[in-house]
Nanobody
Framework: QVQLVESGGGLVQAGGSLTLACTAS?????????VGWFRQAPGKDREFVAA????????YYSDSVKGRFTISRDNAKSTVYLQMNSLKPEDTALYLC??????????????????WGQGTQVTVSS
């Protein structure tokens, strides 16, 4: 079973940057072709943010973060990163990562993913 640990969250002012990390243990990301980041704000549904495929490193982004966030992976470290720039107050949420073998058309659907981590909180002040 894959265990995931997210890190790197914190409090940042609008316009600032943060880099999140999602590190896997156990049966690492090699079992799954894709790792995705989602976020969930209080009272809202879990929202797709970005995903990355191996070995091609093809990336996918939601329209709300495209051009501001960058997802990348270090397979040797079993870690996927989410570089977040130009942060906005509406980016405030708990950020979670998870692996999947889903086809591209399902990547934005949270039920296509397994083994969610505990998440890391990102708070953007105005």
């Amino acid at each position: 079973q894959v265990q995931l640990v997210e890190s790197g969250g914190g409090l940042v002012q609008a316009g600032g940057s943060l880099t999140l990390a999602c590190t896997a243990s156990g049966r690492a990301f090699s079992t799954y072709g894709i790792v995705g980041w989602f976020r969930q704000a209080p009272g809202k549904d879990r929202e797709f943010v970005a995903a990355i495929r191996r070995p091609s490193s093809t990336t996918y982004y939601s329209d709300s973060v495209k051009g501001r966030f960058t997802i990348s992976r270090d397979n040797a470290k079993s870690t996927v990163y989410l570089q977040m720039n130009s942060l906005k107050p509406e980016d405030t949420a708990l950020y979670l990562c998870a692996p999947t073998t889903a086809l591209a058309y399902r990547l934005s659907q949270s039920d296509a993913y397994a083994y969610w981590g505990q998440g890391t909180q990102v708070t953007v002040s105005s």
